[in-house]
């Protein structure tokens, strides 16, 4: 059976890679996960705010007063300790990670908008990053900022990236946006690698008798998936560029499922953080397996097979699809 696949430039035994996660935290978990079988791991993110305060921490020379004044005013006054890799540790873990595994490394930056945390990109690939997974996550508490403004900053983000660094980059989106296909075409002419559908957007909750904001920590779950499925099945037949799934993907069905709709890759966390490394063993030959009996001789052949390439009408056929399910749930 041939699970081969490309991604990023990456030549993969099989589709199944580790999403950024805690789990690259430790250079035993990473070769466990390697031995398990992992195609690629993704490192977990490094976030714009570590790198903008450190930067200025380092420009008022740790006068305190001054930094926290400024910190409060620009809204990154976090927990202490709130991050777990600092953004020179970040560069040792991922020059760890290059010595420790064989396979890809991926590393990951996470922002919003055009800013100096892009100059880290360069010095992910100066120590061996096989690419960079550009997690974005622009905002949209401020209703100044138009649908354009903000797509804008993101393609003003990708080409800063791109521009600098040789290794190719990923963009890893949120799903809620407008015109989300448009973006997609538009983010593949700015020389996007990949696009990774989708990040996770975690609201968070209110405590009413402490009056404070809880912040979400929750696995995904499998209900999260068919947003995915949509997505995949319309953009893979539109762009050129792999496509990257993640979130809900906990067993080999889900996996399936996504290559069918278009995924070059699938990522996996949740399933590995709750079932440990060796479940990424497990769905890896119960995909093979699942392919076999359905006379799928390669994960080419399934790719896309579910797509919406082939629908004269791809509109119409989501109205149909939106309009029957709600036909039924009022019949019932």
Not at 33 to 50: H, I, K, P, T
Not at 136 to 148: D, F, H, I, K, L
Not at 199 to 217: A, F, G, M, Y
Not at 300 to 321: F, I, T, V
């Amino acid at each position: 059976m041939d699970l081969k696949t490309d991604y990023l430039g990456l030549h993969l035994p099989h589709p199944l890679v580790v999403g950024a996660s805690p789990l690259t935290d430790d250079l035993d978990m990473a070769r466990r996960l390697e031995d398990a079988g992992a195609a690629a791991l993704v490192m977990r993110s490094l976030f714009a705010e570590q790198i903008v305060r450190e930067k200025l921490e380092a420009y008022l020379h740790n006068e305190e007063s001054r930094f926290e004044c400024w910190a409060r005013a620009a809204g990154l006054v976090l927990p202490a300790g709130a991050f777990a890799l600092a953004p020179d540790a970040y560069l040792d873990q991922l020059t760890a990670l290059k010595a420790a595994v064989a396979i890809p490394v991926i590393a990951s930056l996470n922002g919003a908008y055009p800013g100096r945390w892009l100059e880290y990109a360069p010095l992910l690939e100066a120590v061996g990053a096989d690419a960079i997974e550009l997690n974005v996550q622009p905002g949209g508490a401020e209703v100044s900022r138009s649908s354009a403004d903000i797509e804008g900053a993101l393609l003003t983000t990708v080409r800063s990236v791109r521009s600098a660094v040789r290794i190719p980059v990923a963009v890893k989106l949120p799903p809620y946006f407008s015109g989300l296909g448009h973006l997609a075409v538009a983010l593949q002419a700015a020389d996007a690698g990949a696009l990774v559908l989708f990040n996770r957007v975690q609201p968070p909750d209110i405590d009413p008798e402490t009056l404070t904001s809880v912040p979400p920590i929750q696995l995904s779950r499998t209900t999260e998936l068919p947003l995915r499925l949509r997505w995949l099945a319309i953009l893979s037949a539109r762009l050129r560029i792999p496509l990257a799934a993640t979130g809900g993907i906990h067993d080999e069905m889900a996996a399936i499922k996504a290559v069918m709709a278009g995924a070059h890759v699938v990522q996996m966390v949740s399933a590995l953080l709750a079932r440990g490394p060796d479940h990424l063993r497990q769905v890896r030959m119960a995909m093979a397996e699942w392919m076999g009996r359905h006379g799928y001789e390669s994960i080419q052949r399934l790719r896309g097979s579910m797509d919406l390439e082939a629908c004269p009408d791809p509109e119409a056929y989501e109205r149909a699809n939106a309009t029957l399910a709600l036909q039924r749930f009022h019949g019932q």
